[in-house]
């Protein structure tokens, strides 16, 4: 039997499909059953073959406390189809630990995409997935509720091109021959070169507010600001969006705008800029740092003082847009209590579309509109269902 070390007395082992199933019908519900699912009734036909499967047992001690069910969907792809861990094992990270483990599995096993769908409010989840290199890859509607479908290349090719394929990176090297596409000279094996630039600090910036590691955010007009972009946006970016080859034919609308600068060393090295988007909603547009001060935490600490301000000023709602393969923004995002409520595609390109509540009864409201609780509350109350007083 093959085991797999989770840390203190947590181990993974490998079950039958039987030991497996038996585990279900014993345990979903204690894990399952805050969940809110549509009733099909039975089932009129039977389920079609699941192909090679992958079961791992998780134990504390001899007490079997959840599982891993996965199995083959076609020729290179495994899908994650079932995890589950009782409520009272839950946050001490074994899902974290496990992942790693088991996706090296299905890599010896030879496979090269793993797929996977979760509630799309599900950040537990979601979040530690993303961390090891899934990717946002669609949304559907179904009897559990609204759910994400994530997908993780163990070919890293593959992953390059899901990066092309939402805006955020250019087409280089094996990733473009792969997509069938000729590349201009010089660019050939290699992303285009990202010009060096500095510029100082402007006056007035003021002393602004420390970010820590010598880092600090100073809130400026909204047209210093757009000088900064101007200057370092070619600096900032590798993603690719539509060029319109025509100016705007209207004028942007006048509405509240909150920008600043982030400094390091009395220079510029990053920006962000929110407006007002509703009546209710404030749009986080704008946020970049220069590529040497980045994967430093700086967008993790800048968030909660940006929140704070926009918290401040009224709004209820937080909304952003980012390329759907940006894990590096949408992870701290997630983190800081945004949710996933779309997919769109615009001028730059696939775009996940984030929201964080300042009310906790609309965060509530997601969680029960995506399946992930059942309804409830005051939550249930505003869109109008009729709870038993249990239920309320």
């Known amino acids: 039997m093959s085991t797999l070390p989770l840390g203190g007395v947590y181990e993974a082992r490998s079950i039958s499909f039987e030991t497996y199933h038996d585990a279900c019908a014993r345990l979903e519900d204690r894990i399952f059953g805050g969940n809110w699912l549509y009733a099909f009734g039975p089932a009129t036909k039977p389920p079609p073959p699941l192909g090679e499967t992958f079961q791992w047992g998780l134990y504390r001690g001899e007490e079997l406390i959840g599982w891993h ?105 094996e990733a473009a021959r792969r997509l069938g596409l000729s590349l201009m000279a010089g660019r050939e094996g290699t992303e285009a070169a990202i010009p060096s630039v500095s510029l100082p600090l402007p006056e007035e910036a003021g002393k602004g507010q420390d970010l820590g590691g ?39 609308p006048e509405v509240p705008r909150y920008t600043w600068l982030v400094a390091h060393a009395g220079e510029v090295v990053g920006w962000h800029f929110s407006r007002r988007w509703d009546a209710r909603t404030a749009y986080m547009v704008n946020t970049a740092f220069l590529p040497a001060h980045r994967r430093q935490g700086l967008y993790t600490r800048l968030l909660p003082l940006v929140l704070g301000t926009l918290e401040t000023q009224g709004y ?24 996933l409520q779309g997919l769109e595609v615009d001028d730059h390109g696939v775009m996940a579309v984030l929201i964080r509540a300042f009310d906790p009864v609309y965060q509530d409201y997601m969680d029960l509109r995506s399946g992930l609780t059942r309804p409830k509350g005051e939550a249930a109350r505003r869109i109008g269902l009729h709870l038993s007083e249990d239920e309320a």
């Open 69 to 173: 069910h996965a199995h083959a969907r076609d020729g290179r792809t495994v899908y994650m189809a079932d995890t589950g861990i009782l409520p009272e094992h839950q946050g001490h990270g074994l899902y974290t630990r496990l992942l790693p483990l088991v996706l090296e599995t299905y890599r010896e096993a030879g496979y090269t995409l793993v797929h996977s769908h979760h509630r799309a409010t599900n950040n537990r989840v979601v979040v530690p997935k993303l961390r090891v290199g899934f990717s946002i890859q669609g949304l559907n509607l179904y009897e559990g509720g609204l759910n994400v479908a994530l997908t993780l290349s163990l070919d890293e090719t593959y992953r390059e091109s899901m990066h092309v394929r939402s805006g955020l990176k250019q087409a280089s090297g």
């Open 214 to 252: 010598g880092y600090s955010l100073h809130r400026v007009p909204y047209e210093t600001y757009l000088g900064v972009y101007h200057q370092l946006a070619g600096a900032a970016y590798t993603s690719v969006s539509f060029d319109w080859q025509a100016p705007t034919p209207f004028p942007a």
């Open 316 to 339: 209820r709602l937080v909304r952003s847009h980012h390329h759907a393969t940006n894990n590096a923004v949408i992870l701290p995002k997630l983190r800081a209590g945004f949710c």
